[in-house]
């Protein structure tokens, strides 16, 4: 079956690194999406991973390994508005995205 | 670049109406548009995937005669909530992407939500 698993919510300090971690199981593999969602509101695109490394993109970091069928989103230098649920999801062999339950993330002073 | 609007934004009917809700690619044509239905604390969950001049595609357990969906133009894409009751209020969220030979990246439009008294 299809598969994503992340953690339901992760608590940083403001200012701090916090790495959000997605494991995924699909049927074919043609790229891993990370989005942001705030609470009432629809995602946002963050990035897109298709090759194993890290692609940097400003203080939002995404990584992925193809045969561990593992990513991460890493956040740096947090601000109070990174404050969101973050979604992550894998693009089966259909072009289908399939979706995590999405990571709530706070961030506290 | 690539903004999807939908419209209303928010919507509150009695049950038994039907409610129409509107997504539209403002800057882009959309070969691919995705209806999503979000309840509180959930994830996302893939109602119908619709293309341009064709049937929509629906997801299981997802009754196509009670949400309609029409995908008359590359631009504009369609969903009516017919005969709604209370269980249907939720947030509808479409998106859309550019389409075969790109990459799948979904661009989401602002979301309805929809409540049923």
């Known amino acids: 079956g299809q598969n994503i698993d992340q953690p339901t919510e992760m608590t940083a300090t403001e200012g701090a690194i916090v790495q959000i971690n997605c494991t995924y199981q699909?049927?074919?593999?043609?790229?891993l999406f990370w989005y942001q969602q705030h609470a009432g509101e629809a995602p946002t695109f963050l990035s897109y991973?298709?090759l194993d490394g890290l692609e940097e993109k400003g203080r939002f970091s995404s990584f992925l390994s193809r045969s561990k069928g593992y990513s991460y989103l890493l956040l740096k230098e947090l601000q109070m508005k990174d404050s969101a649920s973050y979604l992550c999801?894998?693009?089966?062999?259909?072009?289908?995205?399939?979706w995590g339950a999405g990571t709530k993330l706070i961030i506290k002073p | 670049g690539a903004v999807v609007s939908q419209h209303p934004s928010w919507v509150i009917c009695k049950s038994g109406t039907s409610v129409k809700i509107e997504c539209r690619s403002l800057?882009?044509?959309?070969?691919?548009m995705f209806w999503y239905r979000q309840f509180p604390k959930q994830s996302l969950m893939l109602m119908a995937t619709?293309?341009?001049?064709?049937?929509?595609?629906?997801e299981q357990g997802v009754e196509k005669d009670k949400f309609l969906i029409n995908h008359a133009s590359l631009t504009l894409s369609t969903l009516t909530v017919t005969s709604a009751h209370p269980e249907d209020s939720s947030f509808y969220i479409c998106?859309?992407?550019?389409?075969?030979?790109?990459?799948?990246?979904?661009?989401f439009g602002p979301g309805t939500r929809l409540l049923v008294l």
């Open positions: 998106s859309a992407s550019l389409g075969a030979g790109e990459v799948e990246t979904q661009y």
């Open positions: 800057d882009f044509q959309a070969t691919t």
């Open positions: 619709s293309n341009e001049g064709s049937k929509a595609t629906y």
């Open positions: 699909t049927s074919g593999f043609n790229g």
């Open positions: 991973n298709v």
């Open positions: 999801a894998s693009l089966d062999s259909n072009y289908q995205l399939i």
